[in-house]
T-cell receptor, first 111, second 113 residues
Framework: RKEVEQDPGPFNVPEGATVAFNCTYS??????FFWYRQDCRKEPKLLMS???SGNEDGRFTAQLNRASQYISLLIRDSKLSDSATYLC????????????FGKGTLLTVNP | DTAVSQTPKYLVTQMGNDKSIKCEQN?????MYWYKQDSKKFLKIMFS???????INETVPNRFSPKSPDKAHLNLHINSLELGDSAVYFC????????????FGSGTRLTVV
């Protein structure tokens, strides 16, 4: 079983749609979690950290369920510029702080 | 101004050659990483250095040798390049603060022919 698993998609949605990405992690000792965004032929960039209480940043909402080892990202009112690959990430290295990336979910927002 | 810079951006070389990729960060971070992203877009950790000390060494062929002359630099030397080494190699760094993600460099696209 992979350490971080995501639905690979692709997701094709119209502008204005709400889209949700799901992710599970296998290492119950993982302590911190993130969503990264990667545009085509570019480096991954941090989108947001994920906190146990859930957190929101504008149109983006991240949730963490430690009991189910499940992470989610919700994008509301999607824009063309949201088209990218979204990477679910867990710190699976404990004190050595090793970020393990999921394979990513490709999102295309259509006009 | 670039926070994490890698050189070269593109590298095309023949099988069997030896090549190096350089990485520098000006963020004052203590920890640096090398990741490999293959053709299936899967990002996998290779190495991590904390203040010049190797702390993570994943199952990577010993043809790959990282070197960290100081905490702002982490280079990657690859001997006897193989076709399967073709990938994008990303350098990253992070500060000491626990709950903080990495900052990535823009990547080095290595093609072995």
């Amino acid at each position: 079983r992979k350490e971080v698993e995501q639905d690979p998609g692709p997701f094709n949605v119209p502008e204005g749609a709400t889209v949700a990405f799901n992710c599970t992690y296998s290492n119950s000792a993982s302590q911190s979690f993130f969503w990264y965004r990667q545009d085509c032929r570019k480096e991954p960039k941090l989108l947001m950290s994920v906190y146990s209480s859930g957190n929101e940043d504008g149109r983006f909402t991240a949730q963490l369920n430690r009991a189910s080892q499940y992470i989610s990202l919700l994008i509301r009112d999607s824009k063309l510029s949201d088209s990218a690959t979204y990477l679910c990430v867990a710190n699976s290295g404990g004190s050595n702080y090793k970020l393990t990336f999921g394979k990513g979910t490709l999102l295309t927002v259509n006009p | 101004d670039t926070a994490v810079s890698q050189t070269p951006k593109y590298l095309v070389t023949q099988m069997g050659n030896d090549k190096s990729i350089k990485c520098e960060q000006n963020l004052g971070h203590d920890t640096m990483y090398w990741y490999k992203q293959d053709s299936k877009k899967f990002l996998k950790i290779m190495f991590s250095y904390n203040n010049k000390e190797l702390i993570i060494n994943e199952t990577v062929p010993n043809r790959f040798s990282p070197k960290s002359p100081d905490k702002a630099h982490l280079n990657l030397h690859i001997n006897s390049l193989e076709l399967g080494d073709s990938a994008v190699y990303f350098c990253a760094s992070r500060p000491r603060t626990a709950n903080y993600g990495y900052t990535f460099g823009s990547g080095t696209r290595l093609t072995v022919v």
